[in-house]
């Protein structure tokens, strides 16, 4: 197998348990979901079926996190957006769920724009191209519903200010050694993109030094991005804060097939959250891998294989209940359920999807201002 | 010799004539001089002894910038300096020629403060201390005369909103392999030094930012700063902007002698700007290496060496008055002026030089908001 999982690049099949293993993060464990479960039930809510389908897989010091949650001390949650491109439905998968976890904790949560990352990192990306994905990008944001109130949106560029000089601190303290073996750079790689992990730092203290109190952070992230947080961890206690804790997604898989790692917009075969239906239609009918069988009489003799089946694995992520799932898996299996019928279900799921973010997106304009972090 | 120049290190006994051949500048020479002497004339001023004197000693494209002020083309002047410390005597003289500068070309100066730079440099320096050198820094900065109203002070942490987001445009455009033959980083170095130059870079073109305009920039400094420059110069270009011209000069003495390279505040020997005329008397009494005979006898037979007595060596830098100095360095030769009295001169032409300084820093605490950079 041959994986390749950095914050800039995934390849490969991904293997979640060797990259468990290899980056050094615990599965989340029934103990935890229990813990979580009880958290919900409080508020009158479900477990997540990202949590119960371990789409959030992995943590580190979810533990943590939640004693001091039930302590009744104040916490905060952190994600982040790198503003490349539109935002697709791979991108959609920690939002929600950073979403239902701001409910769940009824936390404020900061959401930082890393703009500077995007510009360093992709060699012909200019700056002003960057703004306009980070504007369209915080619009999107915006449409998961997130808690105007409660939710910070903090643009690497536009906030330096806050950033930089906490950032020096955080600088201060890793070598190009520590950069090298944690994120593969070389002597070629430009020196700010050797840098710019110690701005992905600072949100997970900000809060902290703006309130000048230690705070439990909680970090939900897609799992290529554990080695800035790696990091991150190791220095903010020297810095006098807590180490951040983290829960992490395994990617939406590609359109093609679970084998081409995770679903990416430069690759040509994502959906957006800005297609229309018949762009969905069109995508998911030509290009989502089938598990099926190569005829239909073979197919209604041998039944589909789910397990690979791209269209089944995207109603696993998209599709919360759980008893049309399971149906959708046994027909399929069984051979009752056609592929054409089962990419159907799909399209229609993921159209309803659409349109209703779309149309909160639409809303989102004149909320702007107000979700961005102001000091 | 053993020579060791970088922006964060001077050591050891330094040849001018070599050092302005490994790092590739210029000496100003005599053409030079005249196109600035008759610059000076048309504003009714002598060209300064700094420059008669070879202590301003090198430059890079200063004929370009000559050229740009001469076409009536606007011009600007950057400098800075780097807040880890009282400012001392050796700090005065690109002080007090970039003062000159303004008055010469009528130019504006952006004078940054690199706050950044020296948490980042210095290992048990804490960001408190850093802050509390740059207003007092700032103070001293503002007694030597400068015009408010063409003057701009930035503060890296503090203006970070201006300069980082031009800083990652500079730091796109240079390896880790680049930094770590101009500056000798190695893989120890912290990721905060090694991006810190992309800041320094960005008061070179920030003013043609601003302003919409293309600028040419002279930068008067100490020949330790060049390498910095030296980057820059090659980046600014691919960004749109003029290479900056710089102007350099080299090192005040230390009083123990010009075989230990600059004066320095940490090695203890430094005559601060704060130094009352007591403190400036008995460092220059116990301190001040003496091109003077054992005996007096021999003294008044044979005459002192004037080239390696620190004390004239400084009034070079600090008596103006050509006649005056000659007189000195003669009666000094031949014996007639003997250590002491060469003392007493220098000490009475410093403690005159530092009380006006004094007086005027006592006003500048009420200039100090018109100083800095406001956008």
Redesign the interface.
Known sequence: MNQTITPWEVKGEIDYNKLIKEFGVSKIDKKLLERLEKIAKKKNMKLHHFLTREIFIAHRDLDFFLNEYEKGNKVFLYTGRGPSGEIHLGHAIPLMFTKYLQDLFDADLYFQFTD?EK??FKKDLE?DKVSEYTKQNMLDVIAFGFDPKKTHFII??????L???E???V???????T??AVFG???????????F??MQAVPAFLPCKLKNRKMACLIPHAIDQDPHFRVTRDILPKLGYYKPSSIQCRFLPGLQGIKNGKMSSSEGFSINMSDDPKTVKNKINKYAFSGGKATLEEHRKHGGNPDIDVSYQWLVFFEPDDKKLKKVYDDYRSGKLLSGELKAILIEKINQFLKEHQEKRKRAEKQLDSFVLRV
């Open positions: 500077d510009f360093l700056m690497d560029t536009v906030h330096a200010n950033l930089y000089p950032a020096i601190k600088a201060k303290k890793i070598t190009f050694s950069v090298k750079f070389t002597n070629e790689t430009n020196i700010g993109s050797i840098f992990t110690s």
